[in-house]
């Protein structure tokens, strides 16, 4: 049969206080102690958490102002209510508690009915803001949702303009995101490097049609007019309240043609002025038009892509990433048959 009982975490150093709360609420929660402020920060932690703590303020080492202070700063543990149960109670502490994130006191020596009550009453707030919270997070989970798959259709709507399939903003991603984390990366940081890559040539939009698929080389101006999707890219894509998604999807249309050695465009900066994503960027984007056809040519064999990359490491690319993407071949290569356009 399932335990269906709430959990209450009693913080205290006196033993004789622990056993009167502890047989004040044992009928109906399940019980954690812990004897010291160090303790409950460690029980609080656990899987799962305590629904409810009451904690003593008055502790030797750590005492719970302190303990609720670290409880709140952590995310993990700054939902759990807390009530202090103290002897001793001014005006000034009751100000301080609840600054810290406390939402009760209980006074010593305790009033069982009264004590139960208020704990009854706090769980209940408790799980009302959960219920609401979950409610707001999953609104929020399914809002960012919608506006990552925008933001994916627009990078695919720039390629099927540039008579692509949409694939190569897909593997140029996957690609970004792989060399992200080799290159030491934290995962949240090279996650919003994947959903941003896919934005990076949304300039081409604004080329005309005759350049842009033109199937030969392009005249010095046409080169030019094509070299102008950056601005146009970063012109769509900016904006003074951008999310974190669309501010990095800037950072990538405007430096992924920067190359190492200050010869790129549209600014010519060089090294590791070039952010560290558009750095990145440069060598999937290239290595994927590499190994993919166009109007203007075929597909290169994807030993010859890695060629290139070789030749180019400290001209065109960052020559610690080039050496890092080619340690994981194998997975490059996995992700270009996992999403070939044929």
Known sequence: MTDNKQTIL??????????????????????????????????????PAPDIILLDIMMPEMDGYEVCSILKSQPNTAHIPIIFVTAKITAEDEIKGFRLG???????????????????????????????????????????????????????????????????VQRMAQYCHLLAIAAGMNEADADLLRDAAPMHDIGKIGIPDGI???????????WEVMKTHVNIGGDILFGPDNSSV????????????EKFNGNGYPEGIAGEDIPLVGRI?????????LTSPRPYKKAWDTEDAFALLIEEKGEHFDPRLVDIFLQHKQEILEIKERLSDL
Do not use: C, W
């Open 10 to 47: 009693i913080v205290d150093d006196t033993p004789a206080n622990i056993d009167v709360l502890a047989g004040t609420f044992q009928q109906d929660y399940r019980i954690k102690v812990a004897n010291s402020g160090k303790l409950a920060i460690k029980i609080a932690q656990m899987t």
């Open 102 to 168: 406390a939402v009760d006191y209980i006074t010593k020596p305790i009033t069982p009915l009264v004590a139960i009550q208020r704990v009854k009453t706090h769980l209940a707030l408790a799980n009302q803001n959960r219920e609401l919270y979950l409610q707001v997070k999953n609104q929020t989970q399914e809002i960012n949702k919608t506006k990552l798959e925008v933001i994916q259709r627009l990078g695919r709507a720039a390629e099927y303009k540039d008579n692509e399939t949409g694939l190569h």
């Open 281 to 289: 960027s440069a060598i999937a984007d290239v290595f994927d038009a």
């Open 246 to 257: 669309l501010q990095l999807a800037h950072t990538v249309a405007m430096t992924h043609h």
């Open 212 to 222: 842009l698929l033109k199937d030969d080389k392009l005249t010095a101006e046409e």
